[in-house]
Structures are given as structure tokens and as C-alpha cells.
């Protein structure tokens, strides 16, 4: 199994970035896909998820502003992000929860497979 992340850059603060994420090998059409970034000498931390059911969960920080989603058959997961700012420079990994029904979305450890992470550099 296989997580290609892509679509990362260096942009100014309230610009857009889309990122997307997709899987090779098996299929996750049940599978919570994620999203988490991590900042330099910080730890990973929970971004966005989706649940197979269709429902969404984003952090505090992100809310409002990004917004992920899937292709139809769940291969492919993205992440639009909007208004971005300094605060958002990262490095941003996608990654799945392959159980059906899933764990706590926001643990890393909820999470079975890890892209090779993508990264986001915002400037003030």
C-alpha cells in the first residue's frame, strides 16, 4: 500500500492550496482518511478527517477554513485550504484508518498507513 501526497508550495498568507492524496495497492472505499501536519520541533498533530459514513472532523485551527473530501471511490483524498496562514507552515501527511468502523480520528496512532508527507510553507 502506497499514500502519494502531493500538491504542497510555498504561498503568501491567504492564498489557497489543494492538496491530495492517493492510494495504490488496496482499496479504501470504508476507510477513515486523514489528514495531519506537523511543524518544525512540534508534534504531529490531527487536521481532518472523513468517515467512510461521510461525516467530517476538523481541529480548531482549521475550521472554517479547509475542507477535505474524496474522490468517489475514496482513493483519492484532498485537502482544500483556504485563507491560509503563517501559523499552517508544515509539513502535511495524509493517512488512513483502515478499520470499517474506525477509530478516535484524531490520534495518531487511530491510523494504519502514512503518506510521505507534503510540504506547506505559508509567508507572512
Known amino acids: 500500500v502506497q499514500l502519494q501526497a502531493s500538491g504542497g508550495g510555498l504561498v503568501q498568507a491567504g492564498d489557497s492550496l489543494r492538496l491530495s492524496c492517493a492510494a495504490s495497492?488496496?482499496?479504501?472505499?470504508?476507510?477513515?482518511l486523514g489528514w495531519f501536519r506537523q511543524a518544525p520541533g512540534k508534534e504531529r498533530e490531527f487536521v481532518a478527517a472523513?468517515?467512510?459514513?461521510?461525516?467530517?472532523y476538523y481541529s480548531d485551527s482549521v475550521k472554517g477554513r479547509f475542507t477535505i473530501s474524496t474522490d468517489n471511490v475514496r482513493n483519492t483524498v484532498y485537502l482544500q485550504m483556504n485563507v491560509l496562514k503563517p501559523e499552517d507552515t508544515a509539513v502535511y501527511y495524509c493517512?488512513?484508518?483502515?478499520?470499517?468502523?474506525?477509530?478516535?480520528?484524531?490520534?495518531?496512532?487511530?491510523?494504519?498507513?502514512w503518506g510521505q508527507g507534503t510540504q506547506v510553507t505559508v509567508s507572512s
Open positions: 493517512a488512513v484508518d483502515s478499520q470499517v468502523y474506525g477509530r478516535d480520528v484524531y490520534r495518531v496512532a487511530s491510523y494504519d498507513y
Open positions: 495497492g488496496r482499496t479504501f472505499s470504508r476507510s477513515t
Open positions: 472523513t468517515r467512510y459514513s461521510g461525516v467530517t
